[in-house]
C-alpha cells in the first residue's frame, strides 16, 4: 500500500531500526551515572550528540535532545523570551507557521506579551521585506519555519535571518521537514527539528541555541540536557535518530532529484485530469517531495477515505476532514481554496508506478465523489431571465456551500449577483477562492442573522 503521508510521520529509517536495536542493548543504563554501563551510556550519548551537531552545523554543547520536535518548539520561543525579557516582550511569527509555534505564541500573549504575524502571499511565502518591517526595538524574538508542512513552500530564511540580525533580533528556525531533505539553513540562532519527520523514531526532537543567544530554560530545573529537557532521556531512540539524520541527509541529494521529478509529474498530471483542481504552494521554491492540491466541489474526509480504499495514504486541511470544522491555518492565510485538499508527500524510495497508480485512480475518485454530492459537471449555463438570487445554504458543511453557488450562478445575468448564506467557517475562504477560479466577481461578506451572507457577481 502506497504511503504517500511522510510529511506528517516518515517510515523507519533502516539504519534507524539497526541502531535502535543495538542501544537497547547497549544504551538502557543511566548515562548520568558512574559506573560502566552508565559510562557505556555516555559514551553512546555523546557520539549522538556529536553525529546529529555535525548534521544541523552546530557545536554539540549548543545541541539538546528534547522528547518531541513540539516541545523544542515550546521551549526554544520560551526561553529565548525570558533570556531577552529586558529587550522586550514581542514576539514576531509568520502566519503559516506550524502549530506548536503559533500555540506559543498564543500562550505569550495569554501572558502579557505582544505578537505580530507577517502575513504570507498565495504561495504561501513571506516578504523578507514585510518581515524585517515586524521587527521593532522590543522585540525578543522571531520565529520562521525553513519550509510549510502543508504546501511545502520554501521560505526566505537567508534574508530573514539577516534583517533579524541587523536589528539584534534571535532567529527561530522550525527545520522539522526540511532537515532530512535539504540543506540546512543558514544564520539561524535556535533551530529546532523532529526525528519522526526524517525517518528516525518517534519522540525525540531537537533544540540548537547558538552561543551566545541569550537564553534562559522555563520550568523546574533539571540536571539533565543542560536544564532544557527535564526527564531520563530515552537513549536507545537518540541514538536512532541521530543515525537516521546523517543517513538521510547522505542521500538527500540524490533522493531529492528524483522525488522532485516524481512530484512534477503530480503537478502536472493533475489538473490535467481532473477539473476545477488548485494546485498551491510554490511551484519553484518548494521540499522536492510534496505536493498539496485542493478540488472544487468535494467533500475531503470523503476524498481521503475513497483514496484510502484504493491503496494510498494521504492527508489533508481541509475543513471537512477537521473536528473543529474549520479549513487549515495555513490555507486560509494563503488565501487559496481548502475544500477537497490532499497533500501528497512522498517518502524516500517511492516507486514511480506507484506514482503512476495515483494518477490513474484519482480523477475516478474525485469523480464518484462529486456525483453523489450532486455537484455540477459542466459550465454555468445561459442566464434566465432572472435577478439576483439568494441561496440558502446555512447548515450545511464544505463543499455544499460552494456546490449551491455553482448551480446557482447560471440562473441570473451577467452582472446580476448570488447571495450565500452559510455558516460554515470554511465558506469565507471557499467561495472567494471559487470566484477566482471561475472568473466571477467576489463582491464581499454581509452580515446575516446567521452566519455570513456572502456575494458573488456573475462575470461570464
Given at each position: ?37 552508565g ?12 553525529a546529529?551537531?555535525e ?10 535532545f ?8 515550546h521551549s526554544?520561543i ?14 514576531v ?31 504561501g511565502?513571506v516578504s ?50 526540511s ?14 527539528g ?19 543567544v ?30 537516521s ?9 540524490a533522493?531529492?532529484?528524483r ?35 485542493s478540488?472544487l ?18 492527508s ?5 476532514t477537521s473536528?473543529?470544522?474549520t ?45 453523489r454530492?450532486g ?16 441561496v440558502?445554504?446555512?447548515g ?9 453557488l ?19 467557517e470554511?465558506?469565507?475562504l ?27 457577481r456573475?462575470?461570464?
Open positions: 500500500m502506497p504511503y504517500f503521508d511522510t510529511a506528517s510521520a516518515a517510515p523507519l529509517h533502516p539504519v534507524a531500526r539497526q541502531a535502535l536495536l543495538a542501544a537497547l542493548d547497549e544504551g538502557w543504563a543511566d548515562p548520568a551515572r558512574l559506573h560502566q554501563e559510562r557505556r551510556a555516555r559514551l553512546l550519548l555523546d557520539a549522538a550528540r556529536e546529529a551537531a548534521a544541523v552545523g552546530c557545536r554539540p554543547d549548543e545541541l539538546t528534547t522528547p518531541s520536535g513540539t516541545l523544542a518548539v526554544g520560551s526561553g529565548a523570551l525570558a533570556g531577552r525579557r529586558r529587550v522586550g516582550r514581542h514576539l511569527v509568520s502566519s503559516v507557521e506550524h502549530s506548536s509555534v503559533l500555540h506559543s505564541a498564543a500562550a505569550h500573549e495569554a501572558q502579557g506579551g505582544s505578537v505580530s504575524e507577517v502575513p504570507v502571499d498565495r504561495s511565502a523578507a521585506a514585510a518581515y524585517a518591517q515586524a521587527l521593532r526595538g522590543d522585540t525578543a524574538l522571531a520565529c520562521l519555519q525553513s519550509a510549510n508542512h502543508e504546501v511545502g513552500t520554501e521560505q526566505p530564511v537567508a534574508a530573514v535571518a539577516e534583517a533579524c540580525r541587523a536589528a539584534g533580533v534571535p532567529l527561530l528556525v522550525d527545520a522539522a521537514q532537515l532530512g531533505r535539504e540543506p540546512v539553513p543558514t544564520g539561524w540562532s535556535l533551530l529546532t523532529s526525528a519522526h519527520k526524517w525517518g528516525g523514531p518517534p519522540g525525540v526532537g531537537l533544540l540548537a541555541v547558538r552561543k551566545g541569550r537564553f534562559a530554560a522555563q520550568g523546574p530545573a533539571d540536571e539533565r540536557e543542560s536544564g532544557r529537557a527535564a526527564g531520563f532521556e530515552n537513549l536507545p531512540a537518540i541514538v536512532a535518530a541521530a543515525a539524520l546523517r543517513a538521510v541527509r547522505a542521500e538527500a541529494a533522493e531529492s532529484v522525488l522532485r521529478a516524481l512530484v512534477d509529474r503530480i503537478r502536472a498530471a493533475v489538473p490535467e485530469s481532473v477539473p476545477d483542481v488548485e494546485v498551491v504552494g510554490d511551484p519553484v521554491r518548494r521540499l522536492p517531495h510534496l505536493v498539496t492540491f478540488c466541489y468535494v467533500d475531503g474526509e470523503t476524498l481521503l477515505h475513497e483514496l484510502d480504499r484504493e491503496g494510498f495514504s494521504v489533508s486541511g481541509s475543513s471537512c473536528s473543529t470544522l479549513p487549515s491555518h495555513v490555507l486560509r492565510a494563503m488565501g487559496v481554496l481548502s475544500e477537497g485538499n490532499v497533500r501528497v508527500s512522498l517518502p524516500n524510495g517511492t516507486a514511480a508506478k506507484d506514482v503512476d497508480r495515483f494518477l490513474e485512480v484519482l480523477p475516478r475518485v474525485v469523480a464518484e465523489v462529486r456525483e454530492l455537484a455540477p459537471v459542466a459550465a454555468p449555463r445561459e442566464a434566465a431571465p432572472a435577478g439576483s438570487l439568494v440558502d445554504a446555512l450545511k458543511r464544505c463543499p455544499i456551500p460552494v456546490i449551491e455553482a448551480k446557482a450562478i447560471g440562473d441570473v445575468p451577467v452582472g446580476r449577483t448570488v447571495t450565500v448564506l452559510s455558516d460554515d470554511a465558506a469565507r471557499d467561495i472567494p477562492a471559487w470566484c477566482e477560479m471561475r472568473e466571477q466577481e467576489y463582491v464581499g461578506e454581509e452580515p446575516a442573522d446567521r452566519g455570513s451572507a456572502y456575494v458573488v456573475r462575470l461570464s
